[in-house]
T-cell receptor
Framework: GAVVSQHPSWVICKSGTSVKIECRSL??????MFWYRQFPKQSLMLMAT?????????EQGVEKDKFLINHASLTLSTLTVTSAHPEDSSFYIC?????????????????FGAGTRLSVL | AQKVTQAQTEISVVEKEDVTLDCVYE???????LFWYKQPPSGELVFLIR??????QNEISGRYSWNFQKSTSSFNFTITASQVVDSAVYFC???????????FGTGTSLTVIP
């Protein structure tokens, strides 16, 4: 099956610093990746759709300047939380959409990374 | 409007019992996909199944089975002879066939007691 790697799995930082999270598709090329945020015991909230070679599409209410997304290659998308504050502490999880040819009619399946727990002090 | 409802917030069962997780969805699309994902305590979401809206056949995979009823807009998930390793949060999700957007339910936290 498709494997998505997310790094780091856990990060603690001081308020005001920036944190970069990487999301890699290891065994397939992903033109589209997604970034979600999950608060404790809640569902996943889509933050943005990351498109290779173009600007990310952000969901309503998500600050573009706060959460910078770069999708420079077909296997890597990064999310940078700029000037992080304690309210940014959360679980961030990425996913990559399977290419059509990966598993027959595997269209539209999203494979998820293991997530990154961000704690801002 | 797209919406996925998982009314059961938390379920506890004793090991070896069967358990059914409910999922009800709303959509105006005539074609769509339904999914189930498992999120163990470690955090990653594990893909379990995808179902096309035009395929109402029930599916069985080992101890897992899924019951898709288009007439009631439900896509329920049953675990037979539950095991402690089944303890996790389970998410049901809906997506368009043409778009990227996933609509997740709020999840059901399953605890299997040994």
């Amino acid at each position: 099956g498709a494997v998505v790697s997310q790094h780091p799995s856990w990060v603690i930082c001081k308020s005001g610093t920036s944190v970069k999270i990487e999301c890699r598709s290891l065994d397939f090329q992903a033109t589209t990746m997604f970034w979600y945020r999950q608060f404790p015991k809640q569902s996943l909230m889509l933050m943005a759709t990351s498109n290779e070679g173009s600007k990310a599409t952000y969901e309503q209410g998500v600050e573009k300047d706060k959460f910078l997304i770069n999708h420079a290659s077909l296997t890597l998308s990064t999310l940078t939380v700029t000037s992080a504050h304690p309210e940014d502490s959360s679980f961030y999880i990425c996913s990559a959409r399977s290419p059509f040819l990966l598993a027959g009619d595997g269209k539209n399946i999203q494979y998820f990374g293991a997530g990154t727990r961000l704690s801002v002090l | 409007a797209q919406k996925v409802t998982q009314a059961q917030t938390e379920i506890s069962v004793v090991e070896k019992e069967d358990v059914t997780l409910d999922c009800v969805y709303e959509t105006r699309d005539t074609t769509y996909y339904l999914f189930w994902y498992k999120q163990p305590p470690s955090g990653e979401l594990v893909f379990l199944i995808r179902r096309n809206s035009f395929d109402e056949q029930n599916e069985i995979s080992g101890r897992y089975s899924w019951n898709f009823q288009k007439s009631t807009s439900s896509f329920n998930f049953t675990i037979t002879a539950s095991q402690v390793v089944d303890s996790a949060v389970y998410f049901c999700a809906l997506s368009h066939t043409t778009g990227n957007q996933f609509y997740f339910g709020t999840g059901t936290s399953l605890t299997v007691i040994p």
